[in-house]
């Protein structure tokens, strides 16, 4: 069982809401807060607005909570609803202001969610392709005919792992999503597992794997009781958070900087975080190995090593301090464009603060170094005692699914990899999954195990990862494609059947991901705001949509493994089976009492149930009569504020050696690329990186009206000394190329970016024959993984090099051609 902990009865900290004092500007997109501060884009608390069909003060008869389900934040919404003779419909969407974790913090892709909602792109039926190439709607039994004609045969014809699946960003904020796609995999028993961590943030869990044992034990910064965070690519006043749940990071950081605090940024560019931050130093892409290793040496060239209550639990500081001595600031400051003093100086900054956090994200992920640069971010706080320490990197301890709550605690058994490797390039399997850069060669690759079959849930990678171009013509080649999305976009275009979700104003939520990660612990359920949709199938709802997709990966789970499918006790049954054989493994005896005794209907919600109430702060079904369980959380329509983090080492780690880990063979062996690097001179060619929009999330959210107007926002930045040396100037078509393909964007001159940088965002290009996707494609912008090489990868981790990719640049002729991927494979 659990540890037994105190329920938190702290009082959640100050609300507050700031929409009071911030208004939006409807024409420019700006945002001016009335202390003076303006910030383009940066809006934060938004108004609903004229434009979305509804009153920023519009008051419904109906009141509803439910978190938001678009990014990390996981902000709290307050969801008003009228009814009407079409049935109840959105009239205002805002921050919750009694919710004790995001305190009424929202962003304008919340308010958007109506506009989700009500698209009439946005499918609601299952979609089947035709003879000719176009899609018609289907009934969900007909549906599921097709695949139970269609994918155990192939399966039996060329094996298990003929059949792929690939799974996308949106899955981690569908608990039905990710909760039952694992069932499927083990039915499918597939080596071809791919998601979009090996485009994200898939060195971080390594590194992190290795070093406490286990892949989701990732130690988040503690900003309210900081005084000095370092944020390494990473740009949270836009992506709100990443790996670091943390709703209004500019209203913490404001806070933080008010009592004293300080924040220094470390980017190519200096961003939206770098411009509200006390420093920002322009480094090199790519460059972050470098930095982080000078600092390891200075550290301990300088007697600054002080891991303080962590000492006794450290394994491998000798052959920390042994490997640091190779790289002195001198040697290693020109490769990341930083001088050695700054190099020296941030050491000395993160060691001579007591409460301090080094914080690296996505840019420290994508680029091939990224689980070097993962695992170095975690070695510099340990050395200077700010992991698992206040004002630190702390780690969440959440209420339910954490795995790190769970088994005996202190010890366990680590994690493993390479337990596979890829059939094509020998990748090896990293948490059961294999690059999602290497599906291609998978599909295109005649032999034993060649993929002929996909299924895609929650993913688009043909914008999101490298090279979508090829990608999109091996997907034509596939036998047999199901793709679970709400929109016939550019990646389930290539599908025969598109099976989509309810909205998710439809669905109920909790989130089991971010709450491990959160800044604050807390619990909180979201009931769903809406109905489904009439002329759904009919089905036992209770609080689930027909259309839930626990339900469409249950029932493809039973077709593939040859159960019965076809009628809702069927699935219930093999729900109830697995609940059972769960129940069996961990209580023995008591499971078929505890089965009587779980709640939750259907579904992912009595999963739920159990680990509420099994987990640390759970009722232990009457053991702990005060503790959590679903009936609990689901009284507090705000949520369970479950109080600030606290330390958790050792009890938080699984390794084997009951240690923190601090030098995994992994990472030392990958050292010896960091000294070949370090030998090759640095090209002067220039290099592309990416950026994130506040109106803009990935690839998915383009064809919401009320994100998608206003400026075009798919622009190359270009420093101004840059396009003066090729003769660009601002507004004018630039063409982007490499050996890769070429591109055309318009020009943003930009003096925050770093001389020799370009900067793109990605998820764009919405100009697909095929795509259902009217409002985007009015300014579908272009494609930058297209000048991606799918082969650039962190061979560590199997991510892919998304950043610092050498391109040229020149003055596109007058009269342009539309961008699009024809662009792609022909050189410049
Ligand atoms: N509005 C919005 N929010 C989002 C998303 C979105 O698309 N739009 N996407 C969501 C997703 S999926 C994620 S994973 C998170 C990501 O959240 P973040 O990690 O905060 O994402 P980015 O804004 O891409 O920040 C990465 C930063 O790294 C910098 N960078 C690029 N190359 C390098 C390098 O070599 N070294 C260093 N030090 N920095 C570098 C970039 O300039 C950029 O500022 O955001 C989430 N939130
Ligand atoms: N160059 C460059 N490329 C990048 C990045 C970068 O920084 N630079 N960032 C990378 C990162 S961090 C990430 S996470 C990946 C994201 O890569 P993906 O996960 O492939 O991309 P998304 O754009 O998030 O698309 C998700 C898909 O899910 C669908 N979807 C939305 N909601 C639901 C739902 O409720 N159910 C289902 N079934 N489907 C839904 C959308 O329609 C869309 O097709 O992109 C990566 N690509
Ligand atoms: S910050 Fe993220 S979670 Fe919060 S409203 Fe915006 S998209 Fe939703
Ligand atoms: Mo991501």
Known sequence: MQPVADMTTADP??????????????????????????????????????DVGADAGAKGDRVHYRIC???????GLEIHTVSSAQGPKVVAIRGAAQDPFSQGYLCPKGVALKNLHEDPDRLRQPMRKQADGRFTPISWDDAFAEVQQRLPALRERHGADAVAVSIGNPASHKIGLFSYFPGLVRALGTRNIFSASTLDQMPKQLACGLMYGH?????????????????????????????????????????????????????????????????????????????????????????????????EHLQGLETLQALARDYPPERV?????????????????LAGTERAALYGRVGTCTQRFGTLNSWLVDVLNILTGHLDAPGGLMFPKAAAFAANTMGRSGQGK???????????????????????????????????????????????????????????????????????????????????????????LQDWHYDLVFSQLSWRNHARWSGPVLPPDEGDPAGPAGQDSPQAEWRTLLRLTAIVAGQPHDSDAALQALDDAALMSELRRNAGDQAEALFERIDGGAGPARWLDLALRSGPYGDGFGARPDGLSLARVKAAPHGIDLGELTPRIPELLRTASGRIELAPQPML????????????????????????????????????????????????????????????????????????????????????????????????????????????????????????????????????????????????????????????????
């Open 13 to 50: 900290p100050p609300s507050h809401n700031r929409s009071h004092n911030i208004t939006n500007d409807v024409e420019t997109g700006m945002t001016t807060h009335t202390n003076g501060d303006t910030l383009a884009e940066a809006n934060v608390e938004a108004d609903i607005g004229t």
């Open 69 to 75: 389900p678009l990014c990390e934040a996981c902000c």
């Open 215 to 311: 892949w989701l034990s990732v130690p988040v910064p503690d900003l309210p009781r900081s005084d000095l965070l370092i944020i390494l690519g990473a740009n949270p006043m836009v992506s709100n958070g990443s790996l670091w749940t943390v709703p209004d990071y500019r209203g913490k950081a404001k806070a933080m900087r008010a009592r004293g605090g300080r924040i220094i940024v470390i980017d190519p560019r200096r961003t939206e975080t770098a411009q509200a931050a006390d420093a920002h130093h322009a480094i090199r892409p790519g460059g972050d190995v470098f930095l982080l290793l000078g600092m390891l040496h200075t550290l301990f060239d300088e007697g600054l090593v002080k891991p303080g209550r962590l000492a």
């Open 333 to 349: 400051a020109s490769h990341c464009g930083l001088g050695a003093d700054t190099l020296r100086q941030l050491a000395r900054d």
């Open 414 to 504: 680590g994690v493993t990899i390479g337990r596979r490797h890829s059939r094509v390039s020998r990748a090896p399997e990293i948490m059961g999954e294999l690059p999602l850069s290497c599906l291609a060669e998978e599909i295109e690759t005649p032999g034993d195990a060649q993929v002929r079959a996909l299924i895609t849930v929650a993913c688009n990678p043909v914008l999101s990862a490298p090279n979508g171009g090829r990608l999109a013509r091996a997907l034509e080649g596939l036998d047999f494609m199901i793709s679970l999305d709400p929109y016939l976009n550019e990646t389930s275009r290539h599908a025969h059947l598109i099976l989509p979700p309810p909205s998710p």
């Open 669 to 828: 062996d990958d050292l010896a690329d960091v000294d070949a690097a370090l030998q090759r001179p640095l090209g002067d060619e220039l290099l592309l990186i990416g950026r994130r929009e506040t109106r803009s999330n990935n690839s998915w959210m383009h064809n919401l009206p009320v994100l998608a107007k206003g400026k075009a926002r798919c622009t190359l930045m270009v420093h101004p000394d840059d396009a003066a040396r090729v003769g660009l100037a601002d507004g004018q078509v630039a063409r982007l190329s490499n050996a890769r393909g070429s591109l055309l964007a318009p020009v943003e001159l930009s003096a925050d970016l770093r001389v020799g940088v370009v900067s793109l965002p990605h998820g764009w290009g919405h100009d697909l024959a095929g795509a259902q996707l009217q409002v985007a494609a009015r300014q579908p912008g272009v494609n930058m993984n297209l000048l991606l090489d799918e082969e650039s990868r962190d061979p560590v981790s199997g991510t892919s090099v998304l950043s610092g990719v050498p391109v040229r640049l020149s003055a596109a002729p007058a009269v342009a051609a539309t961008p699009t991927e024809r662009d792609a494979g022909s050189p410049a």
